[in-house]
């Protein structure tokens, strides 16, 4: 949520800062801004711009320095707008004090509140307003912007990545974080900040991962950073393996469709430790799993968004191939909720980005009521979630830029899989050739999603039909009601399609009465044991004048019928079948939003990375 970019540059950072913002706009776009310190004059110059960073880069076209920060915007506090757009400003005592910010202030009513009361005027409605006044106080009192933002960062509560710049330093750019993410690039006698390595990856591929409540200083001589005790402290720069190709479109239209196309080669790299082995084991969990996972008595998946729909998958999988009793969790439910935790559970949190707020504090929370036990399955590797779990699983799916998420849901479900069957394995529940046949579906599974792809142009077909209705609803069974629940979020996210997913069984409790002709229902009809139960779901649809749209496993005998387009896929996949179901889903989103013509990678009011409750 938001996105920043800083640098110090040998020449002019202004170009590394709009492209920087170009690349992190998927984080938040409702406005952006950057600000930049003049040296000769002491002044900070500063433009910001309502809606995309195409539009900021036609006022900032002309500015030129060497230091300067930037923004991109998801709202929190205060619409979006110019005055709410960041870098804000405190101005007096001779100097200006600029910041950029992503996160939350949680006590910034009472730090307002203490800073008018010394004579701060404030031109927003944003919490990073106080940020830049708190740091102005402290450096009107006499302290250096360094000391004064370390002051100030003890002082903030709540989770935040900051980056300033003060007029009377013009040299100097100091950053912290806390709970937000913030990477150093390390370039050629220059330095880069920024919120997200795809951001930096053009400039550099040496990085330095910032550690929790680490404040930095960047000057033209070099990088200091200084630990939570404000000791200065050495981090280790790695070198990225993010490729620049794979933060560019390429030949797509949008990301989310090259994302879609991606999904074959994602679950390879995935599965490449799985595919590779002759058998199963616990170790791709971790060095610890072996010792942990046989320990195992009952799992809890906590998620959000798309992440919480491949945990409701996982509990069908892992409840009826390893008979492990499986709860699932939206994060932001358990974090606040009594409830009742028993030894030996495993806490598995499942995050696309590794940075979700209610995530990461819902796994706390169940440290704190005594879980010993914690996965992470995840697509960042120096993720905050990542470093909070004792066991981890990385998908490999490469970044995923495009809001609605298709690659990243595929390859956790990849993972969630072999999870199951090691489980299985240590509970005696997978003969060995068993064991064998299912690695050998995985091994298949990235060919089968390629085929699968091949339905686009019959979803785009299908999706014209889509375009001039308001609502509709998804139906599925079984371990596919969580899909349907996916291919609904899929719809309303970039469609604004109402669209709602039922249990198919439940379709006579209530969301009959709202089939009619302009109530498309999507149906997930897999040949498996639930097959003859739904198409009697389908039934009463088709009695009720709705009109159905049926994703079908090959070797289902449907055939489509006035009012009942059946589209057959591939044969039954078996328990693999839930990852290939949700690829024309995926698909058909992505085309009935073409057709209307929204905004298919940034959809309104939503942002990639929820770094805030
Ligand atoms: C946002 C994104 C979704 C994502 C959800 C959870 O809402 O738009 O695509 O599923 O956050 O994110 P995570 O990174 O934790 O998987």
């Known amino acids: 949520m938001c996105g920043i970019v800083g640098a110090i540059a040998r020449d002019n950072c202004v170009p590394f800062l709009i492209d920087g913002l170009k690349r992190l706009e998927y984080r938040g776009y409702d406005s952006a801004g950057l600000a930049i310190a003049q040296p000769d004059t002491h002044a900070i110059e500063r433009a910001r711009s309502v809606g995309r960073v195409a539009e900021l880069e036609q006022q900032a076209g002309s500015l030129r320095a060497r230091l300067g920060i930037a923004h991109t915007r998801w709202a929190t506090h205060g619409v979006p707008s110019e005055r709410n757009a960041h870098p804000h400003m405190s101005e007096g005592n001779g100097f200006t004090v600029t910041v950029v910010h992503n996160g939350i ?29 708190l740091v102005h106080r402290h450096m009107s009192g006499g302290l250096s912007l360094l000391q004064s933002v370390q002051t100030a ?42 919120s997200d390595a795809s ?45 620049a190709d794979s933060v560019e479109l390429g030949p797509y239209q949008h990301y989310m469709q090259k994302e879609i196309f991606e999904q074959s080669g994602a679950i390879a790299a995935t599965l490449e430790m799985v595919s590779n082995a002759s058998a199963i084991s616990p170790q791709l969990f971790g060095a610890e799993a072996a010792d942990v996972l046989p320990k195992v008595q009952q799992i809890l998946i906590l998620a959000c968004g798309t992440s919480y729909h491949a945990a409701s998958v996982a509990r069908y999988w892992l409840e009826s191939v390893a008979g492990i009793q499986t709860t699932v969790e939206i994060a932001s439910e358990y974090r606040y909720r009594d409830s009742v935790c028993l030894p030996g559970t495993l806490v598995i949190t499942i995050s696309q980005s590794g940075e979700t707020a209610d995530t990461l504090a819902a796994l706390e ?99 014209q039909r889509f375009a001039d209705k308001h609502h509709s609803l998804f139906l599925g069974r079984g371990v596919h009601y969580p899909i349907a629940m996916e291919g609904a979020l899929k719809l309303k996210e970039i469609s604004y399609i109402h669209a709602e997913a039922y249990a198919a069984g439940e379709l006579k409790h209530g969301p009959l009465a709202l089939v009619d002709a302009d109530m498309p229902v999507v149906a997930v009809a897999p040949n498996d044991t639930l097959i003859e139960k739904l ?53 058909l989103s992505y085309h009935v939003a073409l057709v209307k013509g929204t905004d298919v990678d940034k959809p309104r009011n939503l942002a990639k990375s929820v770094t805030v409750e």
């Open 199 to 243: 951001a930096l990856i053009t400039q550099t591929r040496e990085m330095v991962y910032l550690e929790e409540s680490d404040v930095i200083c960047l000057q033209p001589t070099g990088l200091s950073v200084y630990d939570r005790k404000g000791q200065a402290a050495q981090r280790k720069s790695v070198i990225s393996q993010l490729s």
């Open 535 to 587: 198409k009697s779901n389908l039934q009463e649809v088709s009695a009720r004048g709705g009109e159905l749209f049926v994703f079908a496993d090959r070797d289902t005998k449907m055939q489509s019928a006035p009012g009942v387009h059946v589209m057959k896929l591939l044969d039954h996949a078996g328990l693999l079948s839930p990852i290939l179901h949700v690829i024309p889903l995926q698909l």
């Open 365 to 463: 929370h169940s440290k704190t009521l005594g879980v010993e036990y914690t996965l992470s399955i995840c697509n960042v590797p120096e993720s905050a979630l990542i470093r909070a779990s004792k066991l981890k699983f990385l998908t490999r799916a490469g970044p995923e830029i495009g809001v609605a998420s298709t690659k990243a849901f595929t390859t956790q479900l990849a993972a969630l899989f072999t999870l199951t069957l090691v489980m299985a394995k240590l509970r005696q529940r997978l003969p060995a050739e068993h064991e064998a046949e299912l690695l050998t579906e995985l091994r298949h599974l990235p060919a089968a999603v390629s085929k699968v792809l091949e339905c686009e142009p019959e979803v785009k077909q299908w999706a």
């Open 105 to 133: 202030i949680e006590n910034h009513d009472e730090m307002r509140r203490d800073l008018q009361a010394s004579g701060y005027v404030f031109h927003s409605d944003t919490d990073t307003e106080v940020i830049a006044h």
């Open 153 to 194: 960062s003890g002082q903030l509560h709540g989770a935040f990545a900051i980056a300033l710049i003060a007029s009377n330093t013009p040299d100097t750019l100091v950053a912290a974080r806390k709970g937000a993410p913030l990477l150093v690039g390390i370039g050629q006698g220059e330095w880069f900040i920024a």
